[in-house]
């Protein structure tokens, strides 16, 4: 089971991959290229519904390695963070896949309007992101699973973004940032910390393959810092340049 979750995950980046490369290699529509594209957006669909199926196996289903440093549950932990991982990317690449799952939310928690949709968005792929990395913050250095977390942590670093507004305009007056806001950009830095310090402890890399990881995820973050866009910093894009 656990295998097969991430042979899921594999699939989605192979997917995402074909979606990203014909993004950036049409800049004018065709008949071809929109076929294209409706291909994806299927193939898509039919591996959303086939991950969100997927069920996370239990210590009872995992052999256990018989590595001291690697218990089962470690396993378990990667299982539950590839198939998070999995629909993170598919909802963040292909939007309409998480609407269509939010069609409850949309219809008691916000008028359907494009801001409130996008918000929506934002907010699921931020808060899954967040628990994928809190996960695997809970699996120590020395477990070895992590030589096989790092596509896990440069997927969910696009999602880090904080919020840069230093001050709240509101009937003329100026007042401070809520607490929340605060404490939710603390967990944000937190978790950026924890991306480097768990991409700098995976050893050995060969060659310079730490430096430029660690370039590619200090990029993210920057243009997420500069333009406040998730579609500005999205990982794939970054790597691919």
């Known amino acids: 089971m656990a295998n097969a979750i991430s042979t899921t995950l594999l699939e989605v980046i192979q997917l995402v991959k074909k979606q990203r490369l014909l993004a950036r290699s049409h800049a004018f529509a065709s008949r071809k290229h929109l076929d294209a594209l409706q291909n994806l957006i299927a193939e898509a ?20 390695p ?10 378990v932990k990667m299982a539950e963070c590839h198939h998070e991982t999995a629909l993170l990317q598919l909802y963040r690449v292909f939007p309409d896949l998480l609407i269509r799952r939010l069609a409850l939310d949309l219809a008691d928690g916000c008028d359907g309007s494009a801001q409130d949709v996008d918000q929506l968005v934002e907010k699921h792929c931020h808060v899954k992101a967040m628990h994928i990395l809190e996960t695997l913050s809970s699996i120590p250095d020395s477990s070895s699973t992590t030589p096989f977390q790092t596509i896990l942590l440069l997927s969910t670093s696009s999602e880090l973004k904080i919020d840069t507004r230093q001050e709240i305009h509101d009937f003329g007056l100026t007042v401070a940032p809520p607490a929340s806001g605060f404490l939710e950009n603390s967990r944000i830095m937190d978790m950026r910390q924890f991306v480097v310090k768990r991409l700098s402890s995976q050893h050995p890399i060969p060659g310079d393959r730490l430096p430029r990881l660690l370039r590619v995820v200090r990029k993210i973050w920057s243009l997420l810092d500069c333009s406040g866009k998730s579609e500005a910093a999205y990982w794939f894009d970054v790597v691919m340049q």
């Open 66 to 75: 018989g590595d001291p440093a690697t218990p089962v549950e470690h396993l």
């Open 45 to 64: 669909a039919d591996l959303e519904q086939h991950a969100f199926t997927q069920a996370v196996p239990n210590v009872q289903q995992i052999e256990d």
